[in-house]
């Protein structure tokens, strides 16, 4: 159990907690949620011990083991397969001290240690997890340093799952996912052995991942039990009731303090009125809640343009002679809200670049509306602003002729007040940064708004606000989001970019998702467009893979003399007087069965990639 018990602690004399206390019971999964800048973040480095508190506890089990995502992978020579072994160091450890070791009692408690660990079968388990968060086999066997550091980011959080600690503490984990990897991490932390504490902003996955909400607010800890819906119920109820309770007693002050006023003279009443006074003094103040900070975003509306406002006949789209997507035949009207679907890799950027003119046509034709303005918006866009300029600069760069006041009422509009207005932009946080981004890209009101994972640094509230935003505007929407919750709300036609092609999916958004967590999503290409293509195999590339098949040979090799050691284990007829040991050491061995030919296949790819590039 998590025991946070009556903790404070200050960041340059503002705090932010006050005797927080809650307590956490082993195996449970619970969503961390509370405003920007509240503590959440924070709360993690406490319980990690990276930070001191200034009063109260934390407290875990002995030995209790806790991981989280610090920070990207490395970018190395080593697969992201090896890469995620070793974030396993007890395993990684064993296995090192195996190859040395010469004492017979050593060895043996080595390799029991390892079949109690499932060792053998860790390979496997990785592989799940990598192709889970996106990774193919292919990509699995190559070094980190071919991929961006978004790439690495999920190799990171690959490692930490497979590790598998007692506490797992995972902040906005979905930020460098697509919706396939995110509706696979909802159903792997459904299913995670141990204790999980999660900070995000993904309602949909607050409300099918977890099974508690802790909300961090007024610098206190609350426990609530179900999901994100069903906190935010009991909390409308709990501020009702706490509203009315103010009423009440603010009226029952009034009359107390009317008596006081109108009798505290006279002689007669001086004894009742002192006795009010009293009880005024002894009434404990029940404060009504305050209103959620909330701001709209206010989106300038484009007049109406004659339908359809973009349309495509054999296009042919890609990066210098290579084509990702082809032949296409779409067309967009202004009042379209769609939702681009699809593996990562697939082409839902490339499409959107497309559409945004930031990419041209290998062949085929666009027919424009002569006067369409668009909007994009991507998240590569929130790291490209002046940090150095304030947003009003910002605002000012695009519209050097209009007033002051015009400006910064642009900037309310999208809940950037007067003090972030003049605020630097690389003291802003991540939500405000997106907001300024969402402003430049619609300052225009443009008649097709494009946005490419819009939501990544905004909160809960402002999720919410978008989405009501874009159902107002009158303009087209062309979406790409991990947020189902916002994709259901705001799309009502669905693309999938899928094999080289773009066209309507016919099932719901419940449907796709289905399909992707029963493994019958849209299979993924040889190469993926988000990826850079592998060197040509240099001498160094050839040494590399042929250490590369002798070490899959080495793996091969231990996991079949493992078999015969279980074989030999379950042969035993003393094993079966207990059933537990029995059921335990038949499962080592279907595990070790699955861990065997999962490392026969690499070795096969292994001896495969090393005659190619031998061959060339």
Known sequence: MLRIDDITYNVQGRPLFVGASASIPEGHKVGLVGPNGAGKTTLFRLIRGQLGLDGGSISLPSRARIGGVAQESAATDRSVLETVLDADEERTALLAESQTATDPHRIADIQT??????????????????????????????????????????VALAGVLFAQPDLLLLDEPTNYLDLEGALWLESYLARYPHTVIIISHDRGLLNRAVGHILHLENKQLTLYTGGYDSFTRIRAEKRALQAAEAKKQSERRAHLQSFVDRFGATASKARQAQARVKMLAKMEPITAPEEAKFH???????????????????????????????????????????ALLGRNGQGKSTLSKLLAERLGTMSGHITRSNKLRVGYFAQHQVDELHLDETPLDHIRSLRPNEGQAKQRARLAGFGLMEAQAETPVRQLSGGQKARLSLLIATIDAPHLLILDEPTNHLDIESREALSEALNDYTGAVVLVSHDMHLLGLVADRLWLVKDGNVGPYEGDLDDYRKFLLTGDAPAKPVAEAAKPAP???????????????????????????????????????????????AKKWGS??????????FAEELWMTALEKLDQAEKG
């Open 113 to 154: 240690r390892l079949t109690d660990i499932d060792a053998w079968s860790a390979e496997a388990r990785a592989a799940t997890i990598l192709d889970g968060l996106g990774f193919s086999t292919t990509d699995q066997a190559r070094p980190t340093s071919d991929f961006s550091g978004g790439w690495r980011m999920r």
């Open 296 to 338: 709209r975003f206010t989106f300038p509306q484009p007049e109406e343009l004659s339908p359809p406002i973009v349309a495509m006949e054999g296009v042919s789209v890609g990066y210098g002679d290579r084509a990702v997507l082809q032949k296409l035949h779409l067309r967009i009207d202004q009042d379209d809200r769609i």
């Open 535 to 581: 060197k040509r195999p240099s001498r160094d590339a050839i040494l590399a893979l042929r250490s590369e098949v002798r070490k899959s040979e080495e793996r091969v090799q231990k996991l079949t003399e493992m078999m015969g050691k279980l074989d030999v284990k379950l042969a035993d007829p003393n094993l079966y007087n207990d059933p537990y040991e």
């Open 588 to 597: 080592k061995r279907t595990e070790a069965v699955k861990a065997l030919a």
